[in-house]
């Protein structure tokens, strides 16, 4: 019997990225649950429980650190990948700190974002 794909959350305002995520994903064998804002994201949970949350730090709204601290006070484990088109060397401590997997600068390879992807997975099994 086959498993399900995993279910990776893609955070985002910008939909040009969310829609290069959503092709890019499901060619990974994931399946991808898309979020133009931080509300209608937490407002999914958990309903639509991802094994993954892939963030804009730079958001209307609540930007990807308020998610990060929300879904954490709510007590969800859900591993976080941070990107960004910033090049503020300070984000990279401040998302370590703030409990991110890791931070991806725009643009990022494929490549790169499996990597992450899948060190954030195998560090949630654990």
């Known amino acids: ?3 399900a794909p995993s279910l990776i959350a893609v955070v985002d305002d910008e939909s ?3 829609t290069m995520l959503g092709r890019v ?12 804002t931080g509300e209608d994201f937490l407002a999914s949970l958990p309903a639509a429980l991802p094994a993954c949350a892939i963030v804009d730090i730079h958001m ?14 709510a007590g969800y484990a859900i591993p ?3 990107i960004t088109a910033s090049d503020d060397d300070s984000l990279d401590k401040a998302a370590r ?7 991806l ?3 990022f390879s494929s490549e790169a974002l499996m990597a992450a992807i899948a060190a954030a997975l195998t560090v949630a099994e654990t």
Do not use: C, H, Q
Request: glycine share 8%.
């Open 1 to 3: 019997m086959a498993t």
């Open 16 to 18: 040009a990225v969310r």
């Open 25 to 36: 994903l499901p060619l990974a064998g994931y399946s991808v649950a898309p979020f133009a």
């Open 60 to 73: 209307p709204g609540l930007d990807g650190f308020a998610v990060l601290a929300r879904l954490r006070n």
């Open 80 to 82: 976080i990948i941070f």
């Open 97 to 103: 700190e703030a409990g991110a997997n890791k931070l």
């Open 105 to 107: 600068r725009k643009p």
